[in-house]
């Protein structure tokens, strides 16, 4: 019996806030085209989870950030299920973590250059050397905190000279609104909302769950369990 081919990915509308299909295959096939095609727009990638889509149900300049975005990707288990409602079925969860070490790892990226922002200084910086130390094509170059003023990432997107990526992990909506800026000043550029988590687990300052954890969809258990006081509200209102 032939095995049937996966869908193409495809991006849909739940109740005005953007999503796409894609697996974390699916994603790493359009960064390729991304990196064959440097002047394809729109050119940035976000995700999506059930905390990001309450914040954006509300915040119409959130949602603007993420309809503008080339990929939405669902990373969070009820997006997932979300997504039935609307007859668009995303056929797994598509966590960014996992995604941008698949990225990494991929052997049939060509050589590239990054530019990475979150967290504090000595955070970003660690998480570039260790990406650094790990990828097998990608190089980040410069490290800058998360925490800065809006005027100083500006600055920084209008002055950057050719990078092929742009990693950015804040906080929502600040992460998405950074990306918007990026994609604006720097059209070359493939600008990726990795995530805080991602950077964190990178630098060394968060535990990646296990992948018990992972394969079942219960990351938001696992922080909730390690980090009860900051998340309890995301997680359980």
């Given at each position: 019996?032939?095995?049937e081919k ?8 739940m ?45 119409a ?51 590239s ?60 909506p ?53 980090e ?10």
């Amino acid at each position: 019996m032939d095995l049937e081919k996966p869908t193409a990915p495809h991006e849909f509308s739940m109740g005005g806030v953007k999503c796409s299909t894609h697996t974390i295959s699916q994603l790493l096939a359009e960064i390729r085209a991304l990196l064959a095609h440097r002047f394809d727009q729109p050119r940035s990638i976000l995700c999506i989870n059930a905390h990001i889509y309450n914040l954006a149900f509300s915040d119409a300049s959130l949602r603007e950030s993420l309809n503008n975005a080339r990929i939405v990707a669902a990373d969070g288990m009820s997006i997932v299920w979300l997504s039935r409602l609307w007859s668009a079925i995303v056929p797994e969860r598509c966590n960014m973590t996992e995604a941008f070490r698949a990225f990494l790892h991929c052997n049939t990226m060509r050589p590239s250059t990054a530019v990475l922002i979150g967290l504090t200084q000595p955070e970003a910086e660690r998480a570039a050397q260790c990406i650094n130390a790990g990828s097998k094509h990608c190089t980040v170059i410069k490290a800058y905190s998360g925490f800065l003023p809006e005027e100083n990432y500006v600055t920084l997107f209008e002055s950057l000279g050719k990078v092929d990526f742009i990693f950015v992990g804040m906080s929502t909506p600040r992460t998405e609104r950074t990306c918007e800026l990026a994609r604006r000043r720097c059209p070359g550029a493939v600008v990726w909302g990795i995530g805080a988590g991602t950077i964190r687990i990178y630098a060394g300052t968060m535990k990646e769950a296990s992948p018990f954890y992972r394969r079942h969809g219960l990351q938001w258990l696992h922080r909730l369990i390690n980090e009860p006081l900051v998340l309890w509200r995301r997680y359980l209102i």
